[in-house]
């Protein structure tokens, strides 16, 4: 670092932040420092730059700010269990590593992302993750130029960006091996077509791969829900002709379902949620997705993105998978 701040001109902290493209260097020492630096094939230490980093957080507090960018308002995305599982991850972690985290709605914007980039860059914010999205207000490629991207599950999809998601197939086979170990023997899943869309047909995938794997008499295909409410008659016909045991479910309210068709949880019919609601997390048996770990994964990505001054869209974009847990519950009853 020593001879490319004597070739530049300038002090090895400046080569320093010239390098991580910190927004205080004017752009043309940012071209002489990069022009010197590889002619004498100088590159940075991850490791070096990590411990650095961490040791200006200690000095000065907060010093860098990372957007959580969305198309939600606060209320909107606060009104959500999910949500509010991911940001404190997020949160939590980013100030374990000395950042704060500022949440960049692209409604303050009216869904412009050329405009919601150029206040970022204002704010000298140069790590964002993607996260709470709808369709519109999608960004391209070249809004990312100049920004290091973490992408928060299927978020802003369009963008082929690293990743890091709950691990959807690895859950539900968990899911699928708990309810067995707990002597049922045709558990199902039950889940909406759009949600399971979202985390990738993981869900889908696991349980059509659980079923495979079983004898006939043990299979139970999936029932997958159309639309935003439950036909009743296609349940009711689906649960008389394969009389699953145990059910796996996310967001429908199955224990109402099977009430309906007075059928009892859990003397009748066992029922594991993958939960999407803390009253399911404190009232029911099954899947702990683990959110907050994912959100924050996200962050670890991303700082790990910004020490090493990786920019744009990945050649070969990553998925990280945090894989998530059981709890058990009293909508599960241990069977002989």
């Known amino acids: 670092m020593l001879d490319v701040a004597r070739a530049s001109g300038v002090s090895p902290a400046t080569v320093s932040r010239a390098l991580r493209d910190d927004p205080r260097i004017t752009p043309d020492v940012k071209q002489r420092v990069k022009s010197h630096a590889m002619r004498l094939g100088y590159v940075p230490n991850p490791l070096v730059q990590a411990l650095m980093t961490q040791r200006r957080r200690r000095i000065q507090p907060h010093a860098e700010t990372l957007a959580l960018v969305t198309h939600l308002s606060e209320a909107d995305w606060k009104g959500k269990d999910v949500c509010r599982w991911y940001f404190r991850g997020i949160r939590d972690r980013a100030e374990q590593l000395g950042y704060r985290v500022e949440v960049a709605s692209l409604e ?50 369009a963008l082929p960006v690293d990743r890091v998601h709950l691990n959807g197939f690895y859950n539900v086979k968990l899911a699928f091996r708990e309810l067995r170990a707990a002597g049922y023997q045709r558990p199902a899943l039950v889940a909406p077509v759009r949600n399971n869309r979202v985390v990738g047909g993981q869900w889908s995938a696991a349980a059509l791969d659980e079923q495979w794997q079983r004898p006939a008499e043990e299979q139970c295909p999936p029932f997958m829900v159309e639309g935003s409410m439950v036909n009743m008659s296609k349940f009711r016909d689906w649960f008389e002709k394969h009389r699953p045991d145990a059910i796996i479910a996310y967001k429908e309210r199955v ?18 949620h993958l939960f999407g609601t803390e009253q399911e997390r404190k009232n029911m048996a099954g899947i702990d997705g683990n959110l907050n ?44």
Request: proline share 4%; hydrophobic share 40%.
């Open 108 to 157: 303050s914007v009216r869904q412009n992302p050329v405009r919601l980039c150029k206040v970022l860059r204002a704010q000298g914010i140069s790590g964002m993750i993607l996260g709470f999205s709808r369709d519109e207000g999608q960004f391209t490629r070249q809004d990312m130029s100049e920004f290091s991207v973490v992408g928060l599950s299927t978020y802003f999809d």
């Open 255 to 272: 224990v109402e379902l099977l009430d309906r068709l007075r059928v009892r949880v859990p003397e009748d019919v066992g029922v594991a």
């Open 293 to 336: 770990q994912v959100g924050a994964a996200a962050v670890d990505l991303l700082v790990q993105k910004l020490h090493t001054n990786e920019r744009g869209i990945p050649e070969h974009p990553r998925d990280v998978m945090v894989q998530g847990t059981w709890k058990d519950g009293p909508t599960i009853r241990r069977r002989e």
